[in-house]
């Protein structure tokens, strides 16, 4: 089963960047895509970002948009989420997710949370203003 290990988070003012990583072990990290998630407390579980297995597609939620880059790096079994211009509500803890299958067709397929079989334990991150 694969094991995907968050790393990276942290405590930053509004305004500034922090740099998550997930590395996967296990289960072929390569033919699969990954997600990015978050979960504020007393809300559900959310969808932030996807990227194909090949990196050619992505995915965000309007709320990041423009400010999270997600990308990934085969040869390091390694998916990063990228967060620029934070802001409080983006207080969460972030979970790394792999899919089933090497495809983000389209957003509603990569933003849904049945389309992942595997999470990690989460990273906090803490925004304060």
């Known amino acids: 089963q694969a094991q995907l290990v968050e790393s990276g988070g942290g405590s930053v003012q509004a305004g500034g960047s922090l740099r998550l990583s997930c590395a996967a072990s296990?289960?072929?990290?390569?033919?699969?895509?990954m997600g990015w998630f978050r979960q504020a407390p007393g809300k559900e579980r959310e969808f932030v970002a996807a990227v194909s297995w090949s990196g050619g597609s992505t995915y965000y939620a309007d709320s990041v948009k423009g400010r999270f880059t997600i990308s990934r790096d085969n040869a390091k079994n390694t998916v990063y989420l990228r967060m620029n211009s934070l802001e409080p509500e983006d207080t969460a803890i972030y979970y790394c997710?792999?899919?089933?299958?090497?495809?983000?067709?389209?957003?509603?397929?990569?933003?849904?949370?049945?389309?992942?079989?595997?999470w990690g334990q989460g990273t906090q991150v803490t925004v304060s203003s």
């Open positions: 296990g289960r072929t990290f390569n033919n699969k895509a």
């Open positions: 997710a792999a899919a089933r299958s090497a495809y983000c067709s389209d957003y509603t397929y990569c933003s849904n949370r049945g389309t992942y079989a595997d």
